[in-house]
């Protein structure tokens, strides 16, 4: 009697091989109900025996040290991948994953790429000492058509493992053409040994001390002994509607997938759950934030504040502040981002917030990134809420004691009516009278632990986030969470654009003559290169910023002063650089991207990027946007001598345009958005799974399916949504004041 099969995508049943009844597509098996589901038939056997009488010791909090072949030292080594349960490590996805499905001939192996072969060793293998003291084992293998010279580096054992006549599958890249080809270092196996070659191999990202074999054994063993698979998050409903496989298939499949097209049906099934997770997660926030009351202000006419300007405000900052004015009059705490280009205005935004709120008797707290940018704050707004009789105060970790202690006194009792600073704000003995509104600055660089820090200074403050980073609409809401965003899309009148040209390497010395023009009127200018020190090993060490500086110090300009600014400094170091070139004490800033924040000098008016190639259109926009801040025509010149047409039409179209919203959705057409990630801290649960750059239409799906699922049950409070709402309470961690 054949078993009876079910399949775990759909539950249908059909018995005997395993073949349901079914259509064929691609070769594999289809499952009329949920396309693709039923693919790799075989190994949904395998996991619906696994699940059902498995060797199921331990669940899914057991500490991975108690699984088999783990233990105390590799358990150490995984901690520091942040795997300590196991339902960690089965949820450690692949990086990448290896097809070693297919033999090739010798004579067919792609050049210089990993493949597998079946050969016969012809001899038996010889060791030889080389220079250097290590023994390399070298074996000829042959199979019909072909010879396969291998070698094995490090690997002495290899000469007493290994004997003539033995046939093995080998895994490697060959070098050579035609009958005769080379290996080095291959894995090998017996044929149908399946633990390395035979099957889609998962790659994992590894630390010291784990390999990918023990890795790949680890998830192994944790999957069969898993007790229970993790409860499916997803409602069925959810699930069949978008043609999803349950969580089980999933996870056996994206670490062990039998065929390419149950991974793709694994990887679009996580995918779909961690950015529905992501959505259903924000909307809670939302709601929670909507169920906070908000310290009260009251309506102010805000013409007082506005006459008492140098100019007229733009009418993307007065809709920027209505918007907020709003928001603080609503009854709810304001959360909102305000993103604006680079000299987009965005500082007299905070300033109004700030006026308003002081109006209501609200104190305010101002947050930069970097003392030189609180400096700048204070310096400008100081004077101008003077005269509104209202008092500022600089608050940095340079403030002489005597002044902070003066400052403090003021915070509590209320004099002072904004207080502008680095993360000196954040300090335990920081506390303030009546703290109504929060202001960071250049946002990325906060995490959300230190902006809900300042928060708590208060209870519920208004927040409001300024960020020159522009970031499509479509990223927005993953990137800033729950803020609601004002967009600032206009520039002061008067601007001049930076003049933007793409120059090859020809160009140098009239570049450098034109370095010169700049510096003999005066002005100053920034040269930006990709990477630190010399020990890089670039090539052209001139494009290593520390060589740079020295060349361009000793040979290029030697009666010019050129300083030279790395993120390898100390941050007291940094701040003192750009200090001394923000006061004019040097005319050439060499520096790495670390400029890229906010800093005024508007005195500089050449930005010259070495290998423009290597940036980002967004960060190159950023870095352009440290010149043009004064009245003289400023200029950015894009170094780069790339022949790659898609790279040359990129700068090109940085060039063209000054918008930085359109070279945003520029960059993220061309490079994913990795770039708007990058090493930026969002706060948000991390995605393991999801790649934005390929899974943009997938986010856009399972969002309508949150919106959708949100709407009918907005506080999950459902029986059947129970598991999903604990999920989620623990990908975003929510205990009071995160997020807030
Ligand atoms: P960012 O948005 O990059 O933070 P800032 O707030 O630093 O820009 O403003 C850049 C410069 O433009 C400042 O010198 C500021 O005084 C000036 N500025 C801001 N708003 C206006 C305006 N409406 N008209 C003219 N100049 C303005
Ligand atoms: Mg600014």
């Not at 998830?219 to 409602?235: F, H, I, K, N, S």
């Not at 700048?376 to 940095?396: I, S």
């Not at 403090?408 to 920081?430: F, K, P, S």
Request: proline share 5%; charged share 25%.
């Amino acid at each position: 009697m054949p078993p009876l099969l079910v399949c775990r995508g759909c539950r249908a049943a059909c018995v005997g091989d395993g073949v349901p009844d079914v259509p064929r597509r691609r070769g594999g098996r289809l499952c009329p109900p949920l396309f693709s589901v039923c693919f790799p038939f075989q190994n949904m056997l395998q996991w619906t025996k696994t699940a059902r009488e498995g060797t199921s010791v331990a669940d899914l909090n057991t500490d991975i040290r108690f699984i088999k072949g783990v233990g105390e030292t590799r358990a150490k080594a995984l901690e520091k991948l942040h795997i300590r349960t196991l339902g960690d490590l089965i949820s450690y996805y692949p990086r990448r994953w290896e097809d070693r499905t297919k033999l090739f001939p010798i004579r067919d192996l792609p050049e210089g790429e990993y493949a597998c072969c079946r050969a016969m060793l012809a001899q038996e293998p010889t060791a030889h000492r080389i220079s250097g003291g290590q023994t390399v084992v070298k074996v000829r293998a042959v199979d019909e058509g072909g010879v396969l010279d291998i070698t094995f580096f490090h690997q002495e054992y290899r000469k007493n493992a290994l004997h003539r006549g033995e046939t093995y599958i080998f895994y490697g890249r060959a070098e050579g053409g035609g009958i005769r080809r080379r290996m080095a270092n291959p894995l090998l196996e017996k044929e149908g040994g399946q633990q390395l070659t035979g099957r889609i191999m998962p790659v994992y990202p590894l630390t010291a001390g784990i390999t990918q074999i023990m890795m790949a054994k680890a998830v192994r063993q944790g999957l069969d002994e898993c007790r229970d698979l993790p409860e499916d998050v997803l409602p069925d409903e959810i699930r069949r509607a978008h043609h999803l496989c349950y969580a089980g298939f999933a996870l056996e499949n994206i670490h062990f997938p039998t065929s390419p097209e149950a991974l793709d049906t694994a990887r679009r099934r996580l995918v779909f759950e961690e950015l529905f997770l992501l959505s259903c997660g924000l909307s809670l926030l939302r709601q929670r934030r909507e169920s906070v009351h908000g310290l009260p202000c009251r309506a102010a006419d805000m013409s007082d504040f506005y006459a008492a300007l140098p100019f007229a405000l733009t009418a993307a900052q007065r809709r920027a502040i209505g918007d907020a004015v709003g928001d603080m009059t609503s009854g709810r705490p304001m959360n909102r981002l305000c993103q604006g280009d680079v000299g987009s205005g965005k500082t007299m935004v905070a300033a109004a917030c700030v006026w308003f709120a002081a109006r209501s008797g609200w104190q305010s707290a101002l947050m930069a990134p970097t003392e030189i940018l609180a400096r700048q704050h204070y310096e400008n707004l100081a004077p101008l809420f003077a005269r509104f009789g209202l008092r500022c105060a600089l608050l940095t970790g340079s403030t002489p004691a005597r002044e902070r202690r003066g400052i403090l006194e003021g915070l509590q009792a209320g004099d002072i009516a904004l207080c502008i600073g680095t993360h000196a704000l954040l300090t335990e003995d920081v506390t303030y009278n009546a703290l109504g509104l929060v202001i960071t600055d250049e946002q990325h660089r906060f995490g959300v632990d230190q902006r809900s820090a300042l928060s708590r200074k208060g209870s519920s403050p208004h927040l409001l986030v300024l960020s020159a980073t522009p970031i499509p609409r479509t990223l927005a809401l993953i990137i800033y969470g729950d803020l609601d965003v004002s967009v600032i899309d206009e520039l002061p009148p008067g601007r001049q654009p930076v003049d933007t040209f793409v120059v090859g390497e020809k160009y140098r010395l009239r570049l450098n003559a034109f370095i010169r023009k700049q510096v003999a009127e005066g002005h100053q200018v920034f040269v930006i290169c990709p990477l630190v020190g010399e020990e890089d090993d670039l090539p052209d060490e001139r494009k290593a910023v520390t060589a740079y500086a020295r060349q361009l110090r000793e040979k290029t300009f030697p009666d010019l002063r050129v300083s030279l600014l790395h993120g390898r400094m100390k941050a007291g170091e940094k701040e003192k650089v750009m200090a001394a070139f923000a006061a004019g004490e040097s005319d050439i800033l060499v520096s790495t991207t670390v400029v890229e924040v906010g800093v005024d000098v508007p005195n500089a008016t050449l930005m010259v990027v070495e290998n423009a190639d290597r940036f980002g259109l967004s960060q190159l926009h950023q870095l352009r946007g440290r010149v043009g801040r004064g009245k003289a025509q400023s200029y950015c010149v894009l170094l780069s001598d790339t022949q790659n047409p898609e790279t040359r039409r990129r700068l090109k179209a940085l060039a063209a345009t000054n918008d930085g919203f359109r070279i945003a959705e520029e960059d993220l057409k061309l490079r994913g958005p990795g770039d708007f990630f990058g090493s930026r801290q969002h706060g948000l649960p991390t995605l393991k799974a999801a790649d934005l750059s390929c899974d943009m239409p997938l986010l856009a799906e399972a969002r309508d399916a949150a919106q959708t699922l949100m709407a009918a049950d907005p506080r999950l409070t459902a029986p059947e949504h129970a598991v999903l709402r604990r999920r989620i309470q623990a990908l975003f961690d929510l205990n009071e004041g995160t997020l807030n």
